[in-house]
């Protein structure tokens, strides 16, 4: 199976701050990259699909990028609401996630 | 839109089975396949592997072939997921997730269920 790394694991920032998270591929899964959001006790949210694709409704903070091995997932303009952990998923050989980033504001 | 409803929470002895279920509803279900997930307490999220709701075939997640089996109904737009030989490493929350144009990612997601093992 392909493994994901994610870093940073956590992430503290503040209201208006710009952030970015990584996901490492280890063989290339092209842009089968997809990111998602999760709040504690709740199922997991789209966020963006075929690494930069914005799923309807998500801000136009949150934008994606990257292709082969390497993606980020970046949010611009920091809002109290995004307090959550952010999860890559490969879906181009299975559907491995990466552990995850704790992003705290 | 769509919804997907999964069965109750589940407590199991080491060595034993669950199985959980998923009725979809609000879309055409063999249109699409369902993936499962799970996620262990204060943990990331692990892909089981996944289902076509239309013809049956499945994939699995190396680690877990062997011990999970999944299938599908279509007289009940329910696909299930059985996992046997049950450890205390599987105690955590089992999603189930509508595939999304083919693909192993996921729009539409189950509300959960529990399943705890322990002696």
């Known amino acids: 199976d392909i493994q994901m790394t994610q870093f940073p694991t956590t992430l503290s920032a503040s209201v208006g701050d710009r952030v970015t998270v990584t996901c490492r591929a280890s063989?290339?899964?092209?842009?089968?990259l997809a990111w998602y959001q999760q709040k504690p006790g709740k199922a997991p949210k789209l966020l963006i699909s075929?690494?930069?694709t914005l799923e309807g409704g998500v801000p136009s903070r949150f934008s994606g990028s990257g292709s082969g091995t390497e993606f980020t997932l970046s949010i611009t303009n920091l809002q109290p609401d995004d307090s959550a952990t952010y999860y890559c998923?490969?879906?181009?050989?299975?559907?491995?996630f990466g552990q995850g980033t704790k992003l705290e504001i | 839109q769509g919804q997907l409803v999964q069965s109750g929470a589940e407590v199991r002895k080491p060595g034993a089975s669950v199985k959980v279920s998923c009725k979809a509803s609000?879309?055409?279900?063999?249109?699409?396949?369902i993936g499962w997930v799970r996620q262990a307490p204060g943990q990331g999220l692990e892909w089981m592997g996944w289902?076509?709701?239309?013809?049956?075939?499945?994939d699995y997640a190396q680690r877990l072939k062997g011990r999970v089996t999944m299938t599908t109904d279509t007289s009940t737009n329910t696909v299930y997921m059985e996992l046997r030989n049950l450890r205390g490493d599987d105690t955590a929350l089992y999603y189930c997730?509508?595939?999304?144009?083919?693909?192993?990612?996921?729009?539409?997601w189950g509300q959960g269920t529990m399943v705890t093992v322990s002696s």
């Open positions: 075929k690494a930069s």
């Open positions: 609000g879309y055409t279900f063999i249109k699409y396949h």
């Open positions: 998923q490969e879906y181009g050989s299975l559907g491995t």
């Open positions: 063989q290339s899964v092209s842009d089968w």
């Open positions: 997730a509508r595939g999304t144009g083919g693909y192993n990612y996921y729009s539409l």
């Open positions: 289902i076509s709701a239309y013809s049956g075939d499945t």
